[in-house]
C-alpha cells in the first residue's frame, strides 16, 4: 500500500491525462457535497459580517461620509474625463474592446491542502465555463479557471504555486509577470533592471498571451522583508464567495492581409509609388481588402 | 454462554457490517470536510487536516475496523480533490497509520492528555514528511507556515472529534 502510494506520487508528477480526469470527476462528485455544506457556512459567515456591522455602525458612518465627500470631488474629474476620451476616441476611430460575457458561481469548496492555493467554484462546462478563463469577484481578479467539469470548476489562485500572470504596472506601464508562491502575496518577475515603479502603484493585467483580459485589477504593489515586490490583492482570499468568470474571447478575427497577391507586384514597381495608388495587376487584391 | 450459530443473524451481520463501514465514513466524511470553506466564518486560510484525526484514533483505539486500504483511500481523495500531488498525503497517512498501529499500546487506556499528546506527535511528523515530500515535488523549498498553521488547528481540534469518533465507536459496539 505504502509502495503503491509512492508510485501514484511519481506517476502523478508526469500530469498524466488520467489523473487530471480523475481529480476532475472527483471533484465533480464532491461539489454537490460541498456545496450543501458550504450554505450554513455562508449564512455563519454573514451572522458574524452583520454583528460586525453593528458593532461599527457609527466608525462607519463617518468613514463613509469622508469617503462620499472625497468621490464628489473624483466623480466630477471622472465626468470630464470621460467626456475628454470619448471625443478622443471618436476622433481617432478607436476600436472599444468587446463587451464580456461572463458567469456567476458560487466557491464552495476550499483548497484543503497547505502546498495548493485553488478552489472549488460550482460552475462547470455546462454553464459554459472553459479552462483559462479569468474568475473576478467584486474587488479583482482572483485567479483563472484551470479545470472544468460538467457541474464544477477548479480554480488557480493567484497565490499557487503554479500560476503565472502577465500584468502590467501603472502608470508606468511596465509590463511583468506576477508569480504565486503559495504565499499570501504573489510575486513580481521579470520586472527591469530600472524600473520607474514604487510601492503602491496599481498593478492590472496586460492581457498579453490573450488568455486574460487586459486591464483587470489585480492590486497593489507592496516590498517584502525579503526585497522581493509583491503585490497585495484588492480581493480578501479569505472571504472569496461569489465570484464570476469572464468568458474572454480574444479578438481573432482581424482580417488578415492577403501577403503573396500583394507583395509580388509591388516589390516589382515599387518606384516611389504610394501605397494607395496601387498598379493595376493589384487591384483585385486591394479591392479585397478594402 | 450460548452457541453462536455459524451464520449470524441479520442483526449481527448489520452491526459487523456497520463497524466496518461507518468509521470509514466518518473518516470520509472528515475528509470532505477539509474543504468546506470555514476559512470565510474566520479569516484562517488553512483547513484543518481532519481525515488524519480519523487516521489516528482508529488506528489507536480499532484498527481492526479501519484497514489501512481504508487509510488508503481517505488520502487519495484528499489528494484528488485537493489538486495537490497525487498520492502524498495518502503516503503519509499510511506512514503515520503504520507507526501509530505499531505503537498503539503505550496509549491504550491511559489518560486523554496522553491520547492527545500522541496526536501532536503524529501530526509533527504528518506535517513535516508532508513538507519534505511536496517540496520534493515541486522542486522547491516550501514556505512551511501554511502547514504549520494546519496542524496546529488540527491539534487544536483534535478532542472534540476524539469525543465525536467515541460516541460513534461506543454505539456501534453496543449494536454489534
Not at chain 1, 85 to 101: H, K, T
Amino acid at each position: 500500500m505504502v509502495t503503491l502510494a509512492a508510485a501514484l506520487l511519481l506517476l502523478g508528477r508526469a500530469e498524466t491525462y488520467v489523473v487530471d480526469r480523475a481529480r476532475q470527476v472527483v471533484t465533480d462528485l464532491a461539489a454537490p457535497l460541498l456545496e450543501l455544506a458550504s450554505r450554513p457556512v455562508s449564512a455563519a459567515r454573514r451572522v458574524v459580517e452583520s454583528t460586525d456591522q453593528y458593532a461599527y455602525v457609527f466608525d462607519e458612518n463617518e468613514r463613509l461620509r469622508e469617503e462620499n465627500a472625497r468621490l464628489l470631488a473624483w466623480k466630477e474629474a471622472a465626468l470630464k474625463l470621460e467626456a475628454k476620451v470619448a471625443r478622443f476616441e471618436a476622433l481617432l476611430n478607436v476600436q472599444v474592446d468587446p463587451s464580456i460575457g461572463y458567469v456567476t458561481g458560487r466557491v464552495v469548496g476550499d483548497s484543503g491542502g497547505p502546498f495548493v492555493e485553488t478552489l472549488i467554484a460550482n460552475v462547470g462546462s455546462n454553464q459554459g465555463v472553459e479552462s483559462g478563463q479569468a474568475v473576478i469577484d467584486s474587488d479583482g481578479l482572483i485567479g483563472r479557471i484551470v479545470a472544468t467539469g460538467p457541474e464544477a470548476s477548479r480554480i488557480l489562485l493567484l497565490t499557487d504555486l503554479n500560476s503565472r500572470v502577465p500584468v502590467v504596472v501603472e502608470p508606468s506601464q511596465i509590463r511583468a509577470v506576477l508569480a504565486g508562491d503559495n504565499s499570501f502575496w504573489p510575486r513580481l518577475e521579470f520586472l527591469p533592471a530600472i524600473a520607474p515603479i514604487s510601492v503602491g502603484d496599481r498593478v492590472v493585467t496586460s492581457g498579453d498571451g490573450g488568455l486574460l483580459p487586459p486591464g483587470l485589477p489585480i492590486g497593489t504593489l507592496v516590498e517584502a522583508d525579503d526585497g522581493f515586490l509583491r503585490v497585495q490583492t484588492f480581493s480578501d482570499r479569505s472571504r472569496l464567495d461569489m465570484i464570476r468568470v469572464l468568458q474572454y474571447e480574444f479578438p481573432r478575427e482581424i482580417d488578415a492581409q492577403d501577403a503573396p497577391a500583394v507583395l509580388q507586384p509591388v516589390a516589382s514597381e515599387v518606384q516611389g509609388e504610394t501605397p494607395s495608388a496601387s498598379t493595376p495587376s493589384a487591384a483585385p487584391a486591394a479591392e479585397g481588402g478594402t | 454462554m450460548s452457541f453462536e450459530p455459524i451464520s449470524p443473524s441479520s442483526a449481527g451481520r448489520a452491526g459487523k457490517i456497520a463497524l466496518l463501514v461507518l468509521p470509514f465514513l466518518a473518516g470520509f466524511l472528515c475528509m470532505l470536510l477539509s474543504f468546506v470553506p470555514f476559512s470565510r466564518i474566520f479569516g484562517v486560510e488553512v483547513a484543518p487536516a481532519f481525515g488524519l484525526i480519523a487516521v489516528y484514533y482508529w488506528a489507536v483505539q480499532r484498527p481492526d475496523v479501519f484497514p489501512p486500504y481504508g487509510v488508503f483511500a481517505i488520502g487519495l481523495f484528499y489528494d484528488l480533490l485537493s489538486a495537490g500531488p497525487l498520492g502524498l498525503w495518502a503516503l503519509v497517512y499510511l506512514i503515520i497509520y503504520g507507526v501509530v498501529v505499531s505503537q498503539r499500546q503505550l496509549m491504550i487506556g491511559r489518560t486523554f492528555s496522553l491520547f492527545w499528546l500522541g496526536f501532536l506527535v503524529s501530526s509533527v511528523i504528518a506535517g513535516f514528511l508532508g513538507w519534505v515530500l511536496a517540496s520534493l515535488y515541486f522542486g522547491q523549498v516550501l514556505s512551511p507556515g501554511p502547514v504549520l498553521v494546519q496542524m496546529a488547528a488540527t491539534v487544536a481540534l483534535f478532542p472534540l472529534f476524539a469525543k465525536l469518533f467515541e460516541q460513534l465507536l461506543q454505539r456501534l459496539l453496543v449494536q454489534g
